[in-house]
């Protein structure tokens, strides 16, 4: 599927979703990003449905790039049905976030993140974390073509 997604970004922050995107796209890293601004539409757009319960987990995108700070439900909720859900949990997450707490990194790793990183405050410093993110992500890491077996229903 050539117009499939690859990187869900799942960014409440207008500035920082803005600077993500612009620094993916000014390296050519991803040339097919959807941005969500919520943990709802997020669930949406993988499960087709609100409740994240549902639906055909039809968007599988290469990775997901998720804050956990977010309205509606929050990025810790998003990752633990996306990491439960046999059609879903192969698909790479990492956490961007502000957050330093502690309890917010156990429980990230303990849902399967397969990366945690606080966001720089620095402008460049941010830029550059979001470029190595991509690389890494987008274009080093291997994964398996095929996310899901569906079965007959």
């Known amino acids: 599927m050539t117009d499939a997604i690859e990187l869900l970004l ?7 979703a803005e600077l993500t995107l612009h620094v993916l796209k000014k390296h050519k890293l991803a040339n097919r990003i959807k941005l969500v601004r919520d943990g709802a539409e997020a669930l949406e757009f993988l499960f087709g449905d609100e409740s994240g319960q549902s639906g055909s987990a039809g968007n599988v995108p290469k990775v997901i790039l998720l804050d956990l700070k977010l309205p509606k439900v929050n990025g810790l909720e998003v990752l633990g049905r ?17 957050s330093r707490e502690d309890r917010d990194l156990f429980v990230c790793y303990e849902l399967g993140v397969n990366s945690y990183i606080v966001k720089p405050v620095d402008f460049a ?18 994964r398996p073509r095929l996310q899901v077996e569906r079965a007959a229903t």
């Open 82 to 98: 996306v990491k439960a859900d046999p059609r879903t949990k192969n698909i790479p997450v990492v956490v961007l976030t502000s």
């Open 10 to 16: 799942v960014e409440d922050n207008p500035s920082d």
């Open 125 to 142: 410093q941010f830029t550059e974390a979001v470029h190595q993110l991509g690389l890494y992500w987008l274009l080093f890491n291997e």
